[in-house]
């Protein structure tokens, strides 16, 4: 079993920065991809950004220049520096990581989610 720990969400005013942690600890064997997806009230959980093994990342459109994600692999981290926030970037953050813990198959484990919310 693979357990994702996510902190550093908060409330902040619109421009305001914040960065998200997230730890993953278990019994992993290997860790694919790590990214974070974000879930606003009413809407559906949607990719913010992803980073592979080989340091590769993947942002959403409405992110991009704004978010960066970084990983630690010998720590089995990632993070994800949020800048210049936006009302619209409220939401829960949730951290996904696609590991494996024996066998050939990776699947996706999730963290419990830290609320982000940015007031104008």
């Known amino acids: 079993q693979v357990h994702a720990v996510e902190s550093g969400g908060g409330s902040v005013q619109a421009g305001g920065s914040l960065r998200l942690s997230c730890a993953a600890s278990g019994t992993i064997f290997s860790i694919n991809t790590m990214g974070w997806y974000r879930q606003a009230p009413g809407k559906q959980r949607e990719l913010v950004a992803n980073?592979?093994?080989?340091?590769?990342?993947n942002y959403a459109d409405s992110v991009k220049d704004r978010f960066t994600i970084s990983r630690d692999s010998a720590k089995n981290t990632c993070d994800l520096q949020i800048n210049s926030l936006k009302p619209e970037d409220t939401a829960v953050y949730y951290c996904?990581?696609?590991?494996?813990?024996?066998?050939?198959?990776?699947?996706?484990?999730w963290g419990q989610g830290t609320q982000v919310t940015v007031s104008s």
């Open positions: 996904n990581i696609r590991a494996r813990t024996g066998g050939i198959w990776y699947r996706d484990y």
């Open positions: 980073i592979t093994s080989g340091g590769s990342t």
